[in-house]
Nanobody, 125 residues
C-alpha cells in the first residue's frame, strides 16, 4: 500500500499563489502516474490535474488550465501543484492520488488506487 502525504495548503487571498506537494511514504513513485483532485463542501470530488508516470504528459481541468501547473521531481520523489491566480471557487480540500503506470481515465477519481489525506486550500476575497 502506497501512502501519500500532501502539504502546502493554507489560506490565501484572491489572486494569490500556493504550491502543494505530494510524496509517497516509504517508496519511490517513478512508475506511478499522479493526479490532483479537490472536493468542496457539498460537492463531488473533481479532477484538477494529472501527470504521467514519466512526466511527459500533463492534463488539466478546464477550470484551472492556464493557472495551475502539475510537475514532478524524481530526485525529490515529489509531485507539485503550483496554483496561481487563485479564485474563491478554488477553495476545497485537495487530494493527491496515484496509480501505477497510468489510469485509463485520468480524470476519473475511481481510476486511482492510492490517496493522500488531503490538504485544505482556502481562498478569501
Amino acid at each position: 500500500q502506497v501512502q501519500l502525504v500532501e502539504s502546502g495548503g493554507g489560506l490565501v487571498q484572491t489572486g494569490g499563489s500556493l504550491r502543494l506537494s505530494c510524496s509517497p511514504s516509504g517508496r519511490t513513485f517513478t512508475t506511478f502516474a499522479m493526479g490532483w483532485f479537490r472536493q468542496a463542501p457539498g460537492r463531488e470530488r473533481e479532477f484538477v490535474a494529472h501527470i504521467s508516470w514519466n512526466g511527459h504528459n500533463t492534463f488539466y481541468a478546464d477550470s484551472v488550465k492556464g493557472r495551475f501547473t502539475i510537475s514532478r521531481d524524481g530526485a525529490k520523489n515529489t509531485v507539485f501543484l503550483q496554483m496561481n491566480s487563485l479564485k474563491s471557487e478554488d477553495t476545497a480540500i485537495y487530494y493527491c492520488a496515484a496509480i501505477q503506470w497510468g489510469p485509463n481515465s485520468p480524470t476519473d477519481y475511481r481510476a486511482y488506487d492510492h490517496w493522500g489525506q488531503g490538504t485544505q486550500v482556502t481562498v478569501s476575497s
